[in-house]
Nanobody, 128 residues
Framework: EVQLQASGGGLVQAGGSLRLSCAAS??????????IGWFRQAPGKEREGLSC????????YYVDSVKGRFTMSSDNAKNTVYLQMNSLKPEDTAVYYC???????????????????WGQGTKVTVSS
């Protein structure tokens, strides 16, 4: 059974940083070129795709709103991906989700309907 466990959320002041983790089980990053993506949903807003990473080679994709501030990385030995978030803004406040797909990150990017497995979310609050 595929499971994704997101963690690392919390309360941070504007301009601060957080690192989110997404631990995966039920599949192994090294076995295939999986796409692991990060998404967020703010209160009253639709879910927004942020980034993805290819499990085989670490190639990443970012939407413009987080490019330069957020960085994805992976530790294949731990079957875990990370989202380093810097220069956080109040508008980054949301529940953050990680998701996985056996489709290519370079193809599906931030398109949520192509991701088959979802974690439970971790809440990030950025105070002004």
């Amino acid at each position: 059974e595929v499971q994704l466990q997101a963690s690392g959320g919390g309360l941070v002041q504007a301009g601060g940083s957080l690192r989110l983790s997404c631990a995966a089980s039920g599949f192994t990053f090294d076995d295939y070129d999986y796409a692991i993506g990060w998404f967020r949903q703010a209160p009253g807003k639709e879910r927004e795709g942020l980034s993805c990473i290819s499990s085989s080679d670490g190639k990443t994709y970012y939407v413009d709103s987080v490019k330069g501030r957020f960085t994805m990385s992976s530790d294949n030995a731990k079957n875990t991906v990370y989202l380093q978030m810097n220069s956080l803004k109040p508008e980054d406040t949301a529940v953050y989700y990680c998701a996985a797909s056996d489709r290519l990150c370079t193809i599906i990017r931030d398109l949520s309907y192509f991701y088959d497995y979802w974690g439970q979310g971790t809440k990030v609050t950025v105070s002004s």
